[in-house]
């Protein structure tokens, strides 16, 4: 039997996005005890330490730094902005020049996970421009007390067994690929760390990546976060469509997706059987915005419902909320599409007639960062709301007037 999961309505007065409380600390690396002046002082990057005993040490960078080693954005390691904010970390997994050097990081949680309870280990990387390898070798060990290592020497730490240890192979040197997994707690975890447990031998996938100063897989490591529940399989930022002679065209854009086998379209006349339509392969594991369209024969006169659901590899599906779609004389007014670009979001909402409505725009923590007011004319408007300065994320503009209160999400770049 499939398991059936069932995500929460896109269109909402206030947005239901947020997660859980993050019990890492510092997690995008801010906040530091010392300006680091030079490689291996992850301990400066508060919350966050080496493995006591071990000979690799990992390395951190922020602005504040004039060294030349750990700068930001240039350093002895490559270049890049962080994902967000002023700092980020960096530590080898691989080193082919000195046969199984390891670096690993190490925090403690804000409070103890808790028995029985799933978390979320989500966190953006990049491996390093003088890197000439990549490997998908991520992996996770958490444990009550702090993990020390009394054999002396920077090999892989092979007394403990991580828990976790993550396929995704992240090989980009110029932008942020997000990297999530997931962990059942045993209760009273306390301590995360995380690297390459395994030796050369056993390490997966070591891939060339081109022209490097090393012959390392060193990533650069930020916007870390624990927090309690599992990720939806896929974050769709919208689903909508609009009519044509043609039928109608259907339009979602996903976030990210999670082992996502393919995408199933059902229609509706009263909104509570539905019969499926057809099927669109989804992007198995992506860290990307991906956008996809149909378009069927049908057309909403009056109005149709159509559902969208997501069948992951397992079998597993999801359901988001149905869209009701009318043809008739105009298209129904309903909550807006919108479409980043570099400095701008262009959202197209449709009016049966004009209408005074205003434009909000929300972080992922719901608090307003900016707000329009604009009057609308009949049929297709697009307005346009600055979005130049603000880090990469997720971000929700709400719409509201005398007939409307609904959101919609988008990821800037």
């Known amino acids: 039997m499939k398991n059936i999961y069932f995500s929460a309505l896109l269109c909402l007065s206030i947005p239901l996005t947020l997660q859980g409380q993050n019990l890492a600390p510092n997690p995008n690396f801010e906040i530091y005890s010392t300006c680091p002046n030079s490689v291996a002082q992850l301990q400066y990057a508060t919350g966050w330490m080496h493995v006591s005993g071990h000979g690799g040490s990992a390395d951190y960078m922020n602005v504040c730094s004039a060294s030349g080693l750990v700068d930001v954005p240039g350093n002895a390691f490559g270049t890049q902005t962080p994902g967000s904010g002023n700092g980020y970390v960096g530590f080898a997994m691989y080193y082919q020049s000195t046969p199984d050097f390891r670096e690993y990081i190490q925090t403690q ?27 998908p070798c991520f992996q996770f060990y958490f444990s009550n007390a702090a993990l020390t290592w009394g054999l002396g020497g920077w090999g892989p730490i092979t007394t403990v067994t991580p828990q976790v240890s993550s396929t995704v192979h992240i090989t980009s040197k110029t932008t942020w ?48 976060s624990v927090t309690p529940g599992a990720p939806l399989p896929v974050d769709l930022l919208y689903f909508n469509g609009e009519c044509s002679d043609h039928g109608t065209t259907l339009r979602w854009t996903t976030a990210s997706e999670i082992n996502n086998d393919y995408f199933t379209i059902e229609s509706s006349t009263d909104g509570v059987n539905y019969t499926t339509e ?74 049966s007639s004009g209408e005074e409505l205003n434009m909000t725009l929300l972080d992922s923590k719901g608090s307003t960062l900016q707000t329009l007011h604009t009057n609308t004319a009949e049929g297709l408007n697009t307005v346009n709301m600055n979005t130049e300065g603000l880090s990469a994320g997720i971000y929700i503009v709400v719409i509201s007037g005398a007939n409307r209160q609904c959101s919609a999400k988008f990821l800037k770049n």
């Not at 992506?286 to 590899?313: A, C, H, V, W």
Request: a negative charge; glycine letters at 8%; aromatic letters at 14%.
């Open 177 to 224: 690929q997000t990297l999530t997994a997931t962990y059942t707690a045993v209760g009273g975890e306390q301590f995360m760390t995380m690297g390459n447990f395994r030796n050369d031998a056993t390490t997966p996938g070591i891939t060339p990546a081109g022209a490097g100063a090393y012959t390392t897989v060193y990533y650069y490591i930020d916007n870390y």
């Open 109 to 135: 949680f804000t409070s103890p996970l808790v028995a029985g309870q799933t978390y979320t280990i989500q966190f953006s990387a990049s491996l390093s421009d003088n890197s000439t390898f990549s490997a």
């Open 278 to 351: 057809f099927t669109v392969d989804g992007g198995g594991n992506s860290n990307e915005e991906k956008t996809y369209s149909y378009t069927t024969q049908l057309r909403g006169i009056p109005g149709m419902y159509f559902r969208l659901s997501q069948t992951d590899y397992d079998g597993n599906v999801h359901e988001f909320s149905p869209k009701y779609i009318s043809c008739e004389e105009s298209l129904l007014d309903d909550c807006p599409v919108v479409f980043a670009n570099e400095d701008q979001v262009d959202i197209e909402i449709y009016s």
